[in-house]
């Protein structure tokens, strides 16, 4: 496709839900990565996937969070038990190069909105 | 633990003012700083660098990389509506892959 594209665009959970939330990255593209901003905030990493390989996970904030990317392309984060301060847009990124590197910046989806109520 | 912060947090401005957004680092073993505008949900890309004093531009933007004062500089001239956004700074390292976001300055301009 054109760009990063993420679905769905809004989620309302309740709290104690599980939520899966889908990035399809720019064809081509080796590096993924997931980052999380909330309100009046900056993006905070997450997680990145070298084509499948997941290379860095140390963002994730919890064992809740868990991101697969299985055939190196369409990635996955996944959720579980969802609380209130989960709520946040999550933001995916992919670039052509290995990492973030100065040749190939990161191109980003419009995000998913996640609300926990 | 890598450090990015960004001054002034908002700033509101007239069309045709010139404005500077400050960003600072503290980046163990850095490698680049990047800028990106984000209006309403995708970042969008406009400046990265890594060579100190070499000015890059696109248009009425442009950028600086002062590394020996830790920070950079991005000015917008002639300011325009369309600028309105919030102007993201990001520092990488060497070690890992990850972009050490700012807070970010949102910019409102006056018609």
């Known amino acids: 496709g054109a760009g990063v594209s993420q679905s769905p665009r809004y989620k309302v959970a309740k709290r104690g839900q599980d939520v899966a939330l889908r990035c399809d990255p720019i064809?081509?593209?080796?590096?993924l990565f997931w980052y999380q901003q909330a309100l009046g905030q900056g993006p905070e990493f997450l997680t990145y996937?070298?084509?499948?390989?997941?290379?860095?996970k140390s963002g994730l904030p919890s064992d809740r969070f868990f991101a697969e990317r299985p055939e190196g392309s369409v990635s996955t984060l996944k959720i579980q038990r969802t609380q209130q301060e989960d709520s946040a847009v999550y933001l995916c990124?992919?670039?052509?190069?290995?990492?973030?590197?100065?040749?190939?910046?990161?191109?980003f989806g419009n995000g998913t909105r996640l609300t926990v109520t | 633990e890598d450090k990015v912060v960004q001054s002034p947090l908002s700033l509101v401005v007239h069309e045709g003012d010139t404005v500077t957004l400050n960003c600072s680092y503290e980046v163990t073993n850095f490698r680049s700083l990047l800028w990106y505008k984000q209006e309403k949900k995708a970042p969008t890309f406009l400046f990265m660098l890594?060579?100190?004093?070499i000015e890059k531009k696109s248009g009425r933007l442009s950028s600086i990389l002062d590394k020996k004062e830790l920070s950079s500089i991005l000015n917008i001239t002639a300011t325009q509506t369309g600028d309105s956004a919030i102007y993201l700074c990001?520092?990488?390292?060497?070690?890992?892959?990850?972009?050490?976001f700012g807070t970010g300055t949102r910019l409102t301009i006056i018609p």
């Open positions: 996937f070298q084509n499948e390989a997941q290379l860095d």
């Open positions: 990001a520092g990488t390292n060497f070690g890992n892959e990850k972009l050490t």
């Open positions: 890594t060579s100190s004093g």
């Open positions: 990124a992919s670039s052509f190069s290995r990492g973030s590197s100065y040749n190939s910046p990161l191109h």
């Open positions: 064809s081509g593209h080796v590096s």
